[in-house]
Protein backbone atom coordinates (compact mmCIF):
# COMPACT_ATOMS: atom_id res chain seq x y z
CA UNK A 1 0.00 0.00 0.00
CA UNK A 2 2.77 2.09 1.12
CA UNK A 3 4.84 1.65 -2.06
CA UNK A 4 1.51 1.70 -4.53
CA UNK A 5 1.05 5.50 -2.72
CA UNK A 6 4.78 6.43 -3.00
CA UNK A 7 4.72 5.18 -6.70
CA UNK A 8 1.75 7.27 -7.37
CA UNK A 9 3.97 10.61 -6.14
CA UNK A 10 6.67 10.13 -7.99
CA UNK A 11 4.69 9.60 -11.27
CA UNK A 12 2.49 12.56 -10.57
CA UNK A 13 5.90 15.10 -10.31
CA UNK A 14 7.57 13.19 -13.20
CA UNK A 15 4.59 13.99 -15.78
CA UNK A 16 4.89 17.56 -16.92
CA UNK A 17 2.51 20.05 -17.03
CA UNK A 18 0.48 20.89 -19.54
CA UNK A 19 0.78 24.64 -21.27
CA UNK A 20 -2.01 26.00 -21.77
CA UNK A 21 -2.70 27.48 -25.80
CA UNK A 22 -3.41 31.28 -24.97
CA UNK A 23 -3.51 33.90 -27.27
CA UNK A 24 -3.05 37.83 -25.78
CA UNK A 25 -3.69 40.67 -27.44
CA UNK A 26 -1.64 43.47 -25.61
CA UNK A 27 1.17 46.36 -26.04
CA UNK A 28 4.47 45.15 -24.73
CA UNK A 29 5.28 46.86 -21.38
CA UNK A 30 9.29 45.66 -21.21
CA UNK A 31 11.86 44.97 -23.92
CA UNK A 32 14.74 42.51 -22.10
CA UNK A 33 15.75 41.26 -25.62
CA UNK A 34 14.22 41.20 -29.41
CA UNK A 35 13.06 37.54 -28.12
CA UNK A 36 12.36 38.02 -24.66
CA UNK A 37 9.60 40.78 -23.81
CA UNK A 38 6.51 41.42 -21.72
CA UNK A 39 3.04 42.00 -21.98
CA UNK A 40 1.56 42.78 -18.68
CA UNK A 41 2.30 39.86 -16.54
CA UNK A 42 3.15 37.42 -19.68
CA UNK A 43 6.80 37.01 -20.24
CA UNK A 44 6.85 36.36 -23.41
CA UNK A 45 9.78 34.06 -25.35
CA UNK A 46 10.28 34.00 -28.83
CA UNK A 47 12.33 31.43 -30.73
CA UNK A 48 14.85 33.55 -33.63
CA UNK A 49 12.90 31.46 -36.25
CA UNK A 50 9.84 32.79 -35.44
CA UNK A 51 8.92 35.16 -38.66
CA UNK A 52 7.04 37.90 -37.30
CA UNK A 53 3.50 38.55 -39.01
CA UNK A 54 3.10 41.84 -40.03
CA UNK A 55 -0.14 41.47 -42.10
CA UNK A 56 -2.48 44.21 -40.37
CA UNK A 57 -5.90 44.14 -41.74
CA UNK A 58 -6.35 47.21 -43.90
CA UNK A 59 -2.79 48.65 -43.66
CA UNK A 60 -0.30 48.88 -46.42
CA UNK A 61 3.19 47.97 -44.46
CA UNK A 62 5.19 50.24 -45.67
CA UNK A 63 7.61 50.66 -42.94
CA UNK A 64 10.17 48.06 -42.44
CA UNK A 65 10.02 45.95 -39.34
CA UNK A 66 12.13 44.13 -37.71
CA UNK A 67 12.17 41.68 -34.36
CA UNK A 68 14.59 44.85 -33.13
CA UNK A 69 12.19 46.90 -33.25
CA UNK A 70 9.96 45.93 -30.67
CA UNK A 71 9.64 48.19 -28.14
CA UNK A 72 7.60 49.48 -25.13
CA UNK A 73 4.58 50.02 -26.51
CA UNK A 74 3.99 48.05 -29.39
CA UNK A 75 0.78 46.43 -30.09
CA UNK A 76 1.42 42.46 -30.64
CA UNK A 77 -0.83 39.59 -30.86
CA UNK A 78 0.91 36.48 -29.35
CA UNK A 79 -0.15 32.36 -29.65
CA UNK A 80 1.55 29.93 -27.52
CA UNK A 81 1.93 27.83 -24.64
CA UNK A 82 1.65 29.27 -21.55
CA UNK A 83 2.85 28.03 -18.10
CA UNK A 84 0.39 29.18 -15.63
CA UNK A 85 3.31 28.63 -13.02
CA UNK A 86 6.44 30.68 -14.42
CA UNK A 87 4.07 33.20 -16.52
CA UNK A 88 5.92 32.24 -19.59
CA UNK A 89 4.17 32.09 -22.99
CA UNK A 90 6.26 30.44 -25.77
CA UNK A 91 5.00 32.22 -28.65
CA UNK A 92 4.18 29.93 -31.60
CA UNK A 93 3.23 32.98 -33.73
CA UNK A 94 3.24 37.05 -33.41
CA UNK A 95 1.14 39.53 -34.96
CA UNK A 96 2.45 43.01 -35.20
CA UNK A 97 0.03 45.84 -35.20
CA UNK A 98 1.77 48.80 -36.42
CA UNK A 99 -1.41 51.39 -37.48
CA UNK A 100 -1.92 54.25 -34.76
CA UNK A 101 1.36 52.79 -33.38
CA UNK A 102 4.53 53.57 -34.94
CA UNK A 103 2.74 54.98 -38.04
CA UNK A 104 0.56 57.43 -36.04
CA UNK A 105 -2.37 59.67 -38.19
CA UNK A 106 -4.86 61.81 -35.50
CA UNK A 107 -6.62 64.48 -34.24
CA UNK A 108 -6.70 66.10 -30.84
CA UNK A 109 -6.41 69.72 -28.82
CA UNK A 110 -3.64 71.55 -28.33
CA UNK A 111 -2.47 71.09 -24.33
CA UNK A 112 -0.24 74.12 -24.79
CA UNK A 113 0.69 76.49 -27.62
CA UNK A 114 3.27 74.63 -29.19
CA UNK A 115 6.89 76.03 -29.16
CA UNK A 116 8.08 76.62 -32.79
CA UNK A 117 10.93 78.63 -34.27
CA UNK A 118 11.33 79.74 -37.89
CA UNK A 119 13.58 77.68 -39.91
CA UNK A 120 13.68 78.66 -43.58
CA UNK A 121 9.97 78.81 -44.96
CA UNK A 122 8.98 75.71 -42.26
CA UNK A 123 8.73 75.67 -38.60
CA UNK A 124 10.96 73.77 -36.43
CA UNK A 125 10.57 72.72 -32.76
CA UNK A 126 7.73 70.72 -30.65
CA UNK A 127 3.84 70.34 -29.93
CA UNK A 128 2.09 69.03 -27.64
CA UNK A 129 -0.77 67.62 -27.88
CA UNK A 130 -3.10 63.91 -27.23
CA UNK A 131 -1.14 63.35 -25.00
CA UNK A 132 1.98 62.56 -26.77
CA UNK A 133 4.89 65.37 -27.82
CA UNK A 134 5.22 66.12 -31.62
CA UNK A 135 8.29 66.97 -33.62
CA UNK A 136 7.69 68.85 -35.96
CA UNK A 137 10.71 69.37 -38.60
CA UNK A 138 11.79 71.67 -40.85
CA UNK A 139 10.66 69.02 -43.79
CA UNK A 140 7.53 68.81 -41.88
CA UNK A 141 4.39 70.54 -43.81
CA UNK A 142 2.61 73.41 -41.38
CA UNK A 143 -0.70 74.50 -42.16
CA UNK A 144 -4.20 76.35 -40.76
CA UNK A 145 -7.40 75.28 -42.57
CA UNK A 146 -10.41 77.43 -41.54
CA UNK A 147 -13.25 75.92 -39.97
CA UNK A 148 -16.53 76.40 -41.40
CA UNK A 149 -17.75 79.54 -39.98
CA UNK A 150 -14.53 81.02 -41.01
CA UNK A 151 -14.86 79.89 -44.21
CA UNK A 152 -18.26 81.91 -44.60
CA UNK A 153 -16.57 85.16 -43.69
CA UNK A 154 -13.94 84.46 -46.37
CA UNK A 155 -14.42 86.74 -49.85
CA UNK A 156 -16.09 85.06 -52.68
CA UNK A 157 -12.90 83.93 -54.55
CA UNK A 158 -10.82 83.38 -51.71
CA UNK A 159 -8.81 79.80 -51.54
CA UNK A 160 -10.84 77.69 -48.33
CA UNK A 161 -7.95 75.12 -48.40
CA UNK A 162 -5.24 75.25 -46.05
CA UNK A 163 -2.65 77.39 -46.05
CA UNK A 164 1.03 77.97 -44.57
CA UNK A 165 1.18 78.78 -41.24
CA UNK A 166 2.64 82.12 -40.77
CA UNK A 167 2.52 82.88 -37.60
CA UNK A 168 1.61 81.74 -34.08
CA UNK A 169 -0.45 84.02 -32.96
CA UNK A 170 -3.22 82.23 -35.12
CA UNK A 171 -3.24 79.49 -32.62
CA UNK A 172 -4.72 79.28 -29.10
CA UNK A 173 -5.84 76.55 -26.62
CA UNK A 174 -9.21 76.10 -28.84
CA UNK A 175 -7.30 74.61 -31.59
CA UNK A 176 -7.11 71.20 -33.14
CA UNK A 177 -4.07 69.72 -34.73
CA UNK A 178 -4.01 67.05 -37.19
CA UNK A 179 -1.09 65.23 -37.37
CA UNK A 180 1.06 62.55 -39.47
CA UNK A 181 4.06 60.74 -38.48
CA UNK A 182 5.86 57.86 -37.75
CA UNK A 183 7.09 57.32 -33.78
CA UNK A 184 10.93 57.40 -32.66
CA UNK A 185 12.70 55.77 -30.90
CA UNK A 186 12.63 58.21 -27.91
CA UNK A 187 8.87 57.45 -28.18
CA UNK A 188 8.44 61.36 -29.69
CA UNK A 189 6.32 61.54 -32.92
CA UNK A 190 8.39 62.75 -35.77
CA UNK A 191 6.16 64.58 -37.86
CA UNK A 192 5.30 65.23 -41.66
CA UNK A 193 2.22 66.84 -42.13
CA UNK A 194 0.91 68.96 -39.38
CA UNK A 195 -2.75 71.04 -40.01
CA UNK A 196 -4.11 72.81 -37.38
CA UNK A 197 -8.25 74.29 -37.39
CA UNK A 198 -9.78 75.95 -34.73
CA UNK A 199 -12.58 74.12 -32.62
CA UNK A 200 -16.36 75.04 -32.98
CA UNK A 201 -19.51 74.00 -32.37
CA UNK A 202 -21.36 73.28 -35.42
CA UNK A 203 -24.74 73.63 -36.39
CA UNK A 204 -25.17 69.68 -35.96
CA UNK A 205 -23.38 68.95 -33.16
CA UNK A 206 -25.24 71.87 -31.24
CA UNK A 207 -28.22 70.15 -32.19
CA UNK A 208 -26.88 66.72 -30.96
CA UNK A 209 -26.61 68.76 -27.47
CA UNK A 210 -29.84 70.04 -27.12
CA UNK A 211 -31.16 66.62 -27.96
CA UNK A 212 -29.88 64.87 -24.91
CA UNK A 213 -30.38 67.02 -22.53
CA UNK A 214 -31.73 65.38 -19.76
CA UNK A 215 -34.34 65.43 -17.21
CA UNK A 216 -33.48 64.90 -14.46
CA UNK A 217 -36.14 64.82 -10.87
CA UNK A 218 -33.53 65.17 -8.22
CA UNK A 219 -33.88 62.60 -5.10
CA UNK A 220 -35.33 63.57 -2.08
CA UNK A 221 -31.71 63.50 0.40
CA UNK A 222 -34.28 63.81 4.09
CA UNK A 223 -35.78 60.46 3.11
CA UNK A 224 -33.04 58.72 0.97
CA UNK A 225 -35.33 58.29 -2.09
CA UNK A 226 -33.36 57.76 -5.39
CA UNK A 227 -34.00 60.67 -8.04
CA UNK A 228 -34.82 59.81 -11.48
CA UNK A 229 -33.01 60.54 -14.68
CA UNK A 230 -33.69 60.46 -18.28
CA UNK A 231 -31.65 61.15 -21.27
CA UNK A 232 -34.16 61.98 -23.88
CA UNK A 233 -33.31 61.21 -27.98
CA UNK A 234 -31.41 58.51 -26.57
CA UNK A 235 -32.32 54.86 -26.99
CA UNK A 236 -29.29 53.49 -24.91
CA UNK A 237 -30.87 50.96 -22.37
CA UNK A 238 -28.86 52.90 -19.53
CA UNK A 239 -30.57 56.71 -20.20
CA UNK A 240 -32.89 56.20 -17.54
CA UNK A 241 -31.87 55.57 -14.33
CA UNK A 242 -32.07 56.20 -10.50
CA UNK A 243 -29.74 58.75 -8.80
CA UNK A 244 -28.05 57.62 -5.84
CA UNK A 245 -30.06 59.64 -3.14
CA UNK A 246 -27.06 60.96 -1.11
CA UNK A 247 -26.30 64.58 -1.64
CA UNK A 248 -22.61 63.67 0.04
CA UNK A 249 -21.81 61.02 -2.72
CA UNK A 250 -23.39 63.19 -5.44
CA UNK A 251 -21.30 66.39 -4.51
CA UNK A 252 -18.07 64.30 -3.95
CA UNK A 253 -18.91 62.77 -7.82
CA UNK A 254 -19.20 66.39 -9.03
CA UNK A 255 -16.01 67.32 -6.99
CA UNK A 256 -13.63 65.14 -8.74
CA UNK A 257 -14.72 65.58 -12.09
CA UNK A 258 -14.79 69.52 -11.85
CA UNK A 259 -11.11 68.76 -10.26
CA UNK A 260 -10.53 66.83 -13.53
CA UNK A 261 -11.68 69.36 -16.27
CA UNK A 262 -8.65 70.98 -18.34
CA UNK A 263 -8.46 74.78 -16.69
CA UNK A 264 -8.53 76.27 -20.35
CA UNK A 265 -12.01 74.35 -20.84
CA UNK A 266 -13.40 75.76 -16.81
CA UNK A 267 -11.88 78.75 -17.66
CA UNK A 268 -14.11 79.80 -20.52
CA UNK A 269 -16.82 82.20 -20.37
CA UNK A 270 -20.24 80.84 -19.74
CA UNK A 271 -21.90 82.06 -22.95
CA UNK A 272 -18.52 80.78 -25.21
CA UNK A 273 -20.29 77.94 -27.60
CA UNK A 274 -17.26 75.66 -26.62
CA UNK A 275 -18.05 75.81 -22.71
CA UNK A 276 -18.81 72.04 -22.14
CA UNK A 277 -21.35 72.23 -19.12
CA UNK A 278 -20.46 69.28 -17.34
CA UNK A 279 -22.79 67.46 -15.05
CA UNK A 280 -21.69 64.54 -12.89
CA UNK A 281 -24.40 62.08 -11.79
CA UNK A 282 -23.91 58.80 -9.92
CA UNK A 283 -26.82 56.77 -10.75
CA UNK A 284 -27.30 52.76 -9.44
CA UNK A 285 -26.29 50.25 -11.46
CA UNK A 286 -24.56 47.41 -10.70
CA UNK A 287 -22.00 47.07 -13.86
CA UNK A 288 -18.71 48.83 -13.71
CA UNK A 289 -18.81 51.63 -15.87
CA UNK A 290 -18.90 55.27 -16.78
CA UNK A 291 -20.36 57.08 -20.19
CA UNK A 292 -20.39 59.90 -21.18
CA UNK A 293 -22.23 62.41 -23.59
CA UNK A 294 -20.76 65.20 -25.73
CA UNK A 295 -22.61 68.10 -23.93
CA UNK A 296 -20.61 66.96 -21.07
CA UNK A 297 -23.42 64.57 -18.54
CA UNK A 298 -21.29 62.15 -17.14
CA UNK A 299 -22.92 59.48 -15.62
CA UNK A 300 -20.81 57.30 -12.97
CA UNK A 301 -22.43 53.65 -11.97
CA UNK A 302 -23.00 52.85 -8.65
CA UNK A 303 -20.86 49.75 -9.41
CA UNK A 304 -17.58 51.01 -9.74
CA UNK A 305 -17.69 51.34 -5.62
CA UNK A 306 -17.30 47.45 -5.68
CA UNK A 307 -14.58 47.48 -7.76
CA UNK A 308 -11.86 50.79 -7.80
CA UNK A 309 -9.87 50.58 -5.00
CA UNK A 310 -8.75 53.76 -4.01
CA UNK A 311 -9.90 57.83 -5.57
CA UNK A 312 -7.00 58.07 -7.78
CA UNK A 313 -8.56 55.17 -9.42
CA UNK A 314 -11.98 56.48 -9.89
CA UNK A 315 -10.13 60.06 -10.79
CA UNK A 316 -8.62 58.15 -14.11
CA UNK A 317 -12.31 56.51 -14.94
CA UNK A 318 -13.61 59.99 -14.63
CA UNK A 319 -10.81 62.00 -16.68
CA UNK A 320 -10.99 59.28 -19.31
CA UNK A 321 -14.93 60.16 -19.78
CA UNK A 322 -14.09 63.94 -19.38
CA UNK A 323 -11.72 63.41 -22.31
CA UNK A 324 -14.09 62.03 -25.10
CA UNK A 325 -16.15 65.37 -24.48
CA UNK A 326 -13.83 67.71 -24.86
CA UNK A 327 -11.99 65.97 -27.50
CA UNK A 328 -15.39 66.15 -29.27
CA UNK A 329 -15.26 62.09 -30.12
CA UNK A 330 -18.89 61.43 -30.67
CA UNK A 331 -19.08 64.89 -33.60
CA UNK A 332 -15.83 63.25 -34.66
CA UNK A 333 -17.45 59.48 -35.13
CA UNK A 334 -20.23 60.72 -36.43
CA UNK A 335 -17.92 62.79 -38.95
CA UNK A 336 -15.97 60.02 -39.71
CA UNK A 337 -18.91 57.55 -40.70
CA UNK A 338 -21.29 60.33 -41.78
CA UNK A 339 -22.91 57.74 -44.75
CA UNK A 340 -23.01 55.34 -42.07
CA UNK A 341 -24.74 56.69 -38.64
CA UNK A 342 -28.44 57.58 -40.27
CA UNK A 343 -29.53 58.09 -36.08
CA UNK A 344 -26.72 60.55 -35.73
CA UNK A 345 -27.20 62.42 -38.71
CA UNK A 346 -30.69 62.89 -38.20
CA UNK A 347 -29.86 63.95 -34.86
CA UNK A 348 -31.49 61.74 -33.10
CA UNK A 349 -30.44 58.55 -31.26
CA UNK A 350 -26.34 58.71 -29.59
CA UNK A 351 -24.11 55.97 -28.82
CA UNK A 352 -22.77 57.54 -25.68
CA UNK A 353 -18.71 56.48 -24.82
CA UNK A 354 -18.79 53.68 -22.41
CA UNK A 355 -22.31 51.87 -22.95
CA UNK A 356 -23.26 49.17 -25.10
CA UNK A 357 -24.58 49.71 -28.65
CA UNK A 358 -27.69 51.25 -30.28
CA UNK A 359 -27.68 49.32 -33.44
CA UNK A 360 -26.60 46.56 -35.34
CA UNK A 361 -25.64 49.17 -37.51
CA UNK A 362 -23.37 50.96 -34.96
CA UNK A 363 -22.26 47.44 -33.77
CA UNK A 364 -20.53 46.93 -37.75
CA UNK A 365 -18.95 50.21 -37.34
CA UNK A 366 -17.66 50.56 -33.50
CA UNK A 367 -15.45 47.69 -33.70
CA UNK A 368 -13.01 49.27 -36.40
CA UNK A 369 -9.49 50.74 -35.67
CA UNK A 370 -10.54 54.48 -35.71
CA UNK A 371 -13.47 53.70 -32.89
CA UNK A 372 -10.08 51.64 -30.65
CA UNK A 373 -7.38 54.93 -31.74
CA UNK A 374 -9.79 57.10 -29.67
CA UNK A 375 -10.28 55.28 -26.81
CA UNK A 376 -6.39 54.96 -26.68
CA UNK A 377 -6.41 58.78 -26.74
CA UNK A 378 -8.98 58.77 -23.73
CA UNK A 379 -6.47 56.91 -21.80
CA UNK A 380 -3.68 59.14 -22.76
CA UNK A 381 -5.13 62.65 -22.30
CA UNK A 382 -7.04 61.21 -19.61
CA UNK A 383 -3.94 60.22 -17.77
CA UNK A 384 -2.42 63.87 -18.10
CA UNK A 385 -5.36 65.44 -16.87
CA UNK A 386 -5.00 62.91 -13.92
CA UNK A 387 -1.79 64.29 -13.42
CA UNK A 388 -2.33 68.20 -13.59
CA UNK A 389 -5.35 67.18 -11.20
CA UNK A 390 -2.37 65.78 -8.58
CA UNK A 391 -3.04 62.09 -8.58
CA UNK A 392 -1.01 59.13 -8.88
CA UNK A 393 -1.23 58.00 -12.57
CA UNK A 394 -0.17 54.64 -11.96
CA UNK A 395 -3.38 53.95 -10.43
CA UNK A 396 -4.72 54.15 -14.19
CA UNK A 397 -3.47 50.49 -15.13
CA UNK A 398 -4.39 49.46 -11.38
CA UNK A 399 -8.02 50.02 -11.62
CA UNK A 400 -8.21 48.00 -14.87
CA UNK A 401 -6.04 45.05 -12.22
CA UNK A 402 -8.53 45.58 -9.75
CA UNK A 403 -11.55 44.96 -12.49
CA UNK A 404 -9.99 41.36 -13.45
CA UNK A 405 -9.53 40.88 -9.87
CA UNK A 406 -13.08 40.58 -9.47
CA UNK A 407 -14.35 40.13 -12.86
CA UNK A 408 -11.52 37.75 -14.72
CA UNK A 409 -9.32 39.24 -17.39
CA UNK A 410 -12.31 38.82 -20.79
CA UNK A 411 -13.84 41.36 -22.61
CA UNK A 412 -14.47 44.78 -20.75
CA UNK A 413 -17.95 44.91 -22.25
CA UNK A 414 -19.01 42.20 -24.50
CA UNK A 415 -20.95 45.30 -26.75
CA UNK A 416 -17.84 47.23 -27.42
CA UNK A 417 -14.72 45.91 -28.51
CA UNK A 418 -13.63 49.81 -29.05
CA UNK A 419 -12.81 48.49 -24.80
CA UNK A 420 -10.91 45.46 -25.85
CA UNK A 421 -10.05 42.99 -23.39
CA UNK A 422 -8.73 44.17 -19.49
CA UNK A 423 -5.40 43.29 -20.30
CA UNK A 424 -4.89 45.39 -23.95
CA UNK A 425 -6.43 48.42 -21.57
CA UNK A 426 -3.92 47.77 -18.86
CA UNK A 427 -1.11 47.42 -20.78
CA UNK A 428 -1.72 50.35 -22.94
CA UNK A 429 -1.77 52.25 -19.84
CA UNK A 430 1.77 50.63 -18.20
CA UNK A 431 3.59 51.20 -22.08
CA UNK A 432 1.92 55.01 -21.78
CA UNK A 433 3.39 55.47 -17.99
CA UNK A 434 7.03 53.92 -19.13
CA UNK A 435 6.93 55.96 -22.27
CA UNK A 436 5.81 58.93 -21.16
CA UNK A 437 6.05 59.72 -17.55
CA UNK A 438 9.20 57.81 -16.13
CA UNK A 439 10.62 61.15 -15.10
CA UNK A 440 7.62 62.00 -12.61
CA UNK A 441 8.24 62.14 -8.87
CA UNK A 442 5.72 59.87 -7.56
CA UNK A 443 5.58 60.77 -3.72
CA UNK A 444 4.08 64.03 -4.07
CA UNK A 445 0.79 62.56 -5.54
CA UNK A 446 -2.25 61.62 -4.41
CA UNK A 447 -3.74 58.29 -4.09
CA UNK A 448 -6.47 58.01 -1.72
CA UNK A 449 -8.89 59.64 0.40
CA UNK A 450 -11.35 58.51 3.50
CA UNK A 451 -13.92 59.98 1.66
CA UNK A 452 -14.18 57.70 -1.02
CA UNK A 453 -14.51 54.81 1.34
CA UNK A 454 -16.94 56.62 3.08
CA UNK A 455 -18.96 56.93 -0.17
CA UNK A 456 -18.22 53.27 -0.80
CA UNK A 457 -20.25 52.86 2.00
CA UNK A 458 -23.26 55.01 1.40
CA UNK A 459 -23.58 53.38 -1.77
CA UNK A 460 -23.67 49.98 -0.31
CA UNK A 461 -26.44 51.31 1.76
CA UNK A 462 -28.29 52.50 -0.68
CA UNK A 463 -28.28 48.81 -2.59
CA UNK A 464 -29.16 47.32 0.20
CA UNK A 465 -32.21 49.52 1.30
CA UNK A 466 -33.54 49.19 -2.36
CA UNK A 467 -32.86 45.38 -2.34
CA UNK A 468 -34.84 45.31 1.41
CA UNK A 469 -37.98 47.66 -0.27
CA UNK A 470 -37.95 45.19 -3.94
CA UNK A 471 -38.05 42.46 -1.21
CA UNK A 472 -41.07 43.93 0.54
Request: aromatic share 8%.
Amino acid sequence: MRGSLTLSILLSLSVPVLAKDVTVHGFVTEVKSPTSFAIDDYEITRDNTLVLDLSDPGVKNTLPFRPEDIRVGTELEVRGDYDEQSRELKAKSIKVFLDDGQRVKRTALLEKIPTLTRNGSGWEGEIRADGERLRVLPTTFVTIKPNKAEKKKLPRNAAEKPAPLNSLDLLNLDTFVRYEGTRAPDGEIETAKIEFEHAELEPGEAKIWKNLEPEVKPPDYSKFTAGEFNMRGCVYEFCEQYIVPSKEAQDYIAKIGENLIPAHQKELPADDPLKIPFRFYLVKAKSFNAVSYPNGVVLVHSGVFDILQNEAQLAFVLAHEISHAVEKHVWETHEYHRKGLIALRAGGAVVPYGGPLISDLAASYIQNTHTRSLENQADRVGLEWMLQAGYDIREAPDSWKAVSTKQGDGTVNPFWSSHDNKTMRRSYLMAELRNSYSDVDFSTLKRDSEEFHHVAEIVKEFEVKGKRTKDK
